[in-house]
């Protein structure tokens, strides 16, 4: 019998430290329930971050040595005082919040990557206005935050810099983040800043907020908005996550293989430009389709000016036509059903015309 019992407990105690050497990861869906974040071009963010969120989590839960626990994995509403207790009661080894940027201009684009820290300085501390503002949404929160007013920039909550050695971790897991934005999935890097945003000052790991794009922006909004697009997100930061890992620990975890796509952006036309030439349809199915079905095309570019039509103003693309519209000319390449868009799509981005998308009057 005694021999029954220190068997199950050497077996208990090696199942004990298996788990303790799990590394331990609070993924962190921005906003949600009754606070949307950033609304614009048609996107939420609260359901684009949660969508990216549940992504990583999914890779990270395939590998044995992870331990995921997620802040929120529906839309509801968790108080910023909540999802910091959520991490610190979870002794997590890294804090991840994911989020979706906006801007007042539609100019702006890029992803960015937030650390704690104390600079206020121009549209870097509207971006932590706008992150911490969920606050004010919460009950009794001037009692629970100790008059902390996330539209001043002199408030003082005990907004302090980390010990050394949490904030440089910090700083090198956004940098590897921001790496794998610009090098693998071409965008735009607009860096990593520290920023006095509340739920990284409260939990006591390492932690980031990420912004993956500006939903302000026509283009990056369809980006993030897209099944591919959020993809590709979840595989860069689930990869940054265990190469994290991997440096802290010591460990050797094989990476998660990189499945970059290109999102296939289908946009619909007003009905006054539905109008096909079906004798100039390029790529047409062998059986008899409707016009409709042949009406798909890709748009390369928007200018004010007029150009010619020719090969030379187009990187060499021939076949362009020419919509005007209020403002403007718009620029389009192909004809045909939606598999032969595909490939002009591929081939008009080989040729330069990075935000080129694909239309269909439907």
Known sequence: MKKVLVIIFVC????SVAQEKKFKVILDAGHGGKDPGAAKNGCIEKHIALDVVLKIGKILESYPDFNVKYTRSTDVFIPLRDRAKIANDFEADLFVSVHCNSSV???????MTLVMGLSRAGMNFEIAKAENAVISLEDNFKEKYEGFDPNNPNTQIGLRIMQEETLMQSIN???????YFKNSLQRKDLGMHQQPLWVLDATVMPGV???LGFLSNLEESKYMKSEEGKSNYSQIIARSIIE?????????????VLQ??????????PVMETVVDTSKVVDAAPEPLTPAELAYKVQISFSTKKLDLTPENFNGLANVTMIEVSGGYKYFYGLGTLEACKKFLAEAKQKGFASAFIVTPN
């Open 105 to 111: 201009s539609p100019k702006p684009y890029g992803a």
């Open 260 to 269: 970059i796509k290109e999102p296939v952006i289908v946009e619909e036309l």
């Open 12 to 15: 208990l105690s090696f199942f």
């Open 244 to 256: 994290y890992k991997n440096n802290v620990r010591g460990t050797n975890t094989p990476p998660n």
């Open 209 to 211: 907020l990420i912004e």
């Open 173 to 179: 897991f956004a940098s590897t983040v921001q790496s």
